[in-house]
Each structure stands twice: as structure tokens, then as C-alpha cells.
């Protein structure tokens, strides 16, 4: 699984990250469905260089020719001349795994949760700290997933 995979290899590097998106959603009790995964880490070059040694050594390779330095380094301009959101990740030889680095958003600023997947501990973005990420985005998804944790 590669949930699982993942948090292994951060782990190996002892990345702080926290899981959003439809996964999030999904471990705290509201139906979604979705392929990729959707990962927040601290805004660090030491944390950048750090996935992308992690998710390289599990397979998956960046979608745009660009480091982890190049992302660090020129973050903000990518965010706002570009509107880039998230360094994607894809399998080559599968492509349906898929992890997006939330690069708008800063793990150490968003409280976790542990959320037990096939007997691992995934830290999760907790309720609130996922309602308020989804909201700020407004992305017609995002405001659906809101309306189904505030049903929780």
C-alpha cells in the first residue's frame, strides 16, 4: 500500500509531515474517494531534500523537472507566478501512485492526529486543522469535504 510506503521512507528520514486532503478526510470518517495522497512537510530545504530521497527511494519521481532545492528556493515565485500548490510525485512503471508535497502550507504549523492504517500510525491533520486548510483553498472539493467533516 502505498500509504504505508510512504510513511516508512519519511520515517527513515525523520520527516514531520502531516496527511490532508482526500486520505485525511477519508481516516476521519467522511466518505471520499481519491488516488493520490496529499502530504504536508515543514518548509525546510533540509525537509525537501529529505522527500525527495525518501519518495525517490521507493519509486516515484517528481512530474516536473525540477530538485528539491528548486523547490525550496524558489517556492514563492512558483506559488504565485505559477500557481503551483504541490510538488507531484508519480510512479513511472504505476502510474495511479501518486503523492502531492503541499508546498503552500507548513507541517510544523498544523496539529496532528494518529490515525491507525493496517497497524501503523499515520499522523493525520486533525479536524480542525483540515477544515481550516480546506477552506482557505475553496476549491469546489474542498468545500464538500468541509461541509462532510462539519457533519461529523
Known amino acids: 500500500m502505498l ?3 510512504v510513511v516508512d521512507a519519511f520515517e527513515k528520514e525523520k520527516l514531520k509531515y502531516a496527511l490532508v486532503g482526500g486520505h485525511a478526510v477519508a ?4 466518505v471520499r474517494g481519491t488516488i493520490d495522497l496529499d502530504i504536508v512537510i515543514q518548509l525546510t530545504k533540509s525537509a525537501f531534500l529529505k522527500v525527495e530521497k525518501a519518495l525517490d527511494g ?3 519521481k517528481s512530474r516536473l523537472p ?11 515565485e512558483y506559488i504565485k507566478n505559477k500557481n503551483l500548490i ?13 503523492v502531492d508535497i ?3 502550507e507548513d507541517a510544523s504549523q498544523i496539529k496532528t492526529v494518529n490515525k491507525e492504517v493496517m497497524g ?10 483540515l477544515i481550516a486548510m480546506k477552506k482557505k483553498s475553496g476549491r469546489p472539493q ?11
Open 3 to 5: 500509504l504505508i510506503r
Open 102 to 104: 503541499i508546498i503552500t
Open 86 to 98: 504541490a510538488w507531484s510525485f508519480v510512479n513511472p512503471n504505476k502510474p495511479t501512485e501518486m
Open 58 to 60: 521507493i519509486g516515484l
Open 120 to 129: 501503523r500510525k499515520i499522523k493525520v491533520a486533525n479536524l480542525s486543522s
Open 142 to 152: 474542498d468545500i464538500e469535504d468541509v461541509k462532510a467533516m462539519e457533519r461529523l
Open 27 to 30: 481516516l476521519h470518517g467522511a
Open 66 to 76: 525540477v530538485s528539491a532545492e528548486d523547490v525550496f528556493n524558489f517556492r514563492e
